[in-house]
């Protein structure tokens, strides 16, 4: 018997649009296959296209955001408690502080160095978030602000009563929030895979550098200034090409108090955290102070 060896033959999904790594991200998402597995194919993607801006974003999920702004997808509002106990640790409560029962002046503080009081930047990796909803407990998970453990320090310095001491302070954050973070984060991939696929075109496996960075611009950024784009089918033989306006550059962004701080470490002046430790600490006068 004479064995013939036949060439692989190329296939097409009913779209006419060649199989490919694009389509099987695509082909992920309508299948439910796990975020951190269709994240991972977006860094592959990112690689073959040429666009950075692409891996960087789905390194991010991957990793998380630590030091670095969060998207606005990935923050969700839940309340802030104080934790109270004695002298030696023991016979706690936990006692919510409401933003709008602090005085004027430290609101007006807040708000001009845009402190999200009760707004979490969930910066951890998607496997992280995962886990949380995991072990989470009574259906909330307890985080701790990035200025907590500086927070608690001037709220115990600033105490009159031997007798008592703020253990922490922390968010309770639903897990209803956290899993909507994870569906936000879902959707935010198919928005820019639907981009990327509106941008390349037809037969064509993987977006080009260009076409990609700006769907990242347009989809998780925000910024629809991209104009001007028209991908080409080239003739038989030929590449196709595309032609994209270009995107206004990034303008900079003013920092506010908060992310300073987390971004810097303890970058604030020390006289500027104890004036608003010690409002609050007036403003709480707890009775077993």
């Not at 036949?6 to 790594?21: E, H, K, Q």
């Not at 998402?29 to 993607?45: N, P, V």
């Not at 006289?271 to 608003?276: E, I, K, N, R």
Request: proline fraction near 5%; aromatic fraction near 8%; charge should be negative.
């Amino acid at each position: 018997m004479r064995i013939v060896s036949v060439p692989p033959i190329t296939l097409f999904n009913m779209s006419g649009r060649r199989d490919g790594l694009l389509a099987d991200i695509e082909a992920g998402i309508i299948d439910g296959t796990s975020l951190t597995t269709l994240l991972q194919k977006c860094i592959i993607l990112g690689g073959r296209s040429g666009s950075e801006k692409l891996r960087e974003w789905a390194r991010r999920e991957l990793n998380g955001y630590a030091g670095q702004e969060p998207p606005n997808y990935r923050k969700v509002a839940a309340p802030i408690f104080a934790r109270v106990t004695n002298a030696a640790g023991y016979h706690g409560f936990s006692q919510q502080l409401f933003l709008n029962d602090l005085s004027e002046q430290i609101q007006n503080f807040l708000r001009e160095q845009k402190v999200d009081w009760e707004q979490i930047p969930l910066d951890s990796s998607v496997g992280d978030l995962e886990a949380m909803i995991a072990r989470a407990e009574d259906n909330s998970v307890k985080l701790s602000p990035a200025w907590a453990g500086h927070m608690v320090e001037i709220l115990n310095h600033a105490n009159t009563s031997p007798n008592t001491r703020v253990a922490t302070l922390y968010w309770e954050v639903p897990v209803s929030g956290i899993e909507g973070t994870l569906t936000r984060i879902r959707t935010a991939l198919t928005e820019l895979v639907s981009e990327l696929i509106s941008r390349t075109p037809e037969g064509q496996e993987v977006p080009a550098k260009g076409a990609a960075d700006q769907a990242i611009q347009f989809v998780i950024n925000g910024d629809r200034s991209v104009i001007n784009y028209s991908p080409q089918q080239a003739g038989e033989g030929g590449k196709n090409t595309v032609n994209f306006g270009m995107a206004k550059e990034d303008e900079p962004k003013k920092e506010g108090w908060f992310a300073r701080w987390r971004n810097r470490g303890i970058a604030v002046s020390i006289a500027t955290v104890l004036g608003l430790g010690v409002a609050i600490a007036t403003w709480l006068d707890w009775t077993p102070w």
